[in-house]
């Protein structure tokens, strides 16, 4: 004879056995989509006058999925400073798996060899989240400074022997040089590649294609810039934050890290929107977003509150128009949001 105890937690164990079954049969609640406004907002996309691709996906499902001016979806793109966000990634894994200490950690520590004897005593303060968020302090590689930078015999010692214009940890000085300096320090510190740590780590679980992008005078691969992608394949590393770091049930990034590179550090002085690790931070159509930014308009929106990814690729070449064309983006993203209601 049961016992009222044992009689209780069978009892319990049944309805918990009937509530997973029932939640199982449930399908999840769907977003109210306006297929109207949302296929408006992508035409106005396509004018835009630089605009290559735009892929939306809502709950993992892309329902647009577009090309203009002779580029599609499944051709690799330059993502430019976009890179900067999957430089981002890497490190959150590297951390994970004890390849980096730390965001607190110095990055000479990781560089090692690479590092200059004559340096600023200063740059042993610099730390691998101070370079994630562009406070490193020192004199911007990116700008009028960016062909001096690329032309030198040696990317990592001219990036470290730039002179300081503020305190590490101050204010945003964005400079490509910071995420070339992470590419050589995980490249150091896990004796591997950029490339194949980024194939390894990213590519394989996302079943994304990686092609060899540009190098250094030393073969470090470029932490940063001219990297190649196609839309589809950002659009899974997009699916990848906004899934909290599991992809198609794999846990592939910590969710904490996606948390840490999603808070504010920093402030953009160029577009007025707040920083964090590799990642843009702003409001549009009234909801949280996080975007990564690459010169010429490749763009990689997140909007964990209409469970949205959505992708565009623009041509990489100048002109940009810099901060004016990304607000004129913003305001389609802003219509693309607004069509898929919560």
Avoid: C
Avoid at 281 to 306: H, K, M, N, S
């Amino acid at each position: 004879m049961f016992n009222p105890q044992a009689r209780l937690a069978l009892r319990r164990a049944t309805l918990t056995a009937l509530f997973t079954t029932l939640a199982a049969l449930i399908p999840p609640a769907t977003a109210a989509i306006d297929r109207n406004a949302l296929d408006a907002a992508a035409t106005r996309a396509g004018e835009l006058p630089r605009t290559h691709t735009l892929l939306v996906a809502v709950d993992g499902e892309t329902l647009v999925e577009r090309g203009w001016r002779g580029h599609a979806p499944d051709e690799t793109a330059n993502i430019k400073s976009l890179s900067k966000t999957l430089i981002s990634a890497l490190v959150g894994v590297a951390i994970e798996r004890g390849v980096v200490q730390d965001v607190d950690q110095p990055v000479v520590e990781l560089l090692d060899g690479r590092v200059p004897a004559d340096i600023d005593p200063r740059v042993e303060t610099i730390s691998v989240g101070n370079l994630l968020s562009m406070q490193a302090g020192l004199e911007r590689t990116s700008g009028a400074n960016y062909g001096g930078w690329v032309a030198s015999d040696n990317w990592v010692r001219d990036a470290l022997t730039r002179p300081f214009v503020a305190e590490p940890g101050g204010r945003m000085l964005y400079s490509t040089g910071n995420s070339h300096l992470l590419s050589a320090a995980l490249t150091e510190a896990s004796g591997r590649s950029t490339l194949a740590l980024m194939r390894d780590w990213l590519g394989e679980p996302l079943d994304i294609a990686i092609p060899p992008w540009t190098r250094d005078p030393q073969g470090i691969y470029f932490g940063g810039n001219e990297m190649g992608l196609t839309p589809r394949a950002l659009l899974r590393v997009g699916e990848l934050y906004r899934q909290g770091g599991e992809y198609t049930g794999e846990r592939v990034l910590p969710a904490e890290w996606i948390e840490r590179s999603w808070q504010p550090r920093t402030r953009s002085h160029f577009n007025q929107d707040d920083y964090g690790y590799g990642w843009f931070i702003t409001r549009l159509a009234d909801v949280p977003v996080y975007y990564g930014w690459g010169y010429g308009g490749q763009l990689l929106f997140v909007v964990p509150e209409r469970a949205m990814t959505i992708v565009m690729t623009a041509d990489p070449t100048p002109p940009s128009n810099g901060s004016d064309y990304l607000d004129r983006v913003k305001d389609v993203i802003d219509a693309l949001i607004e069509a898929v209601d919560s």
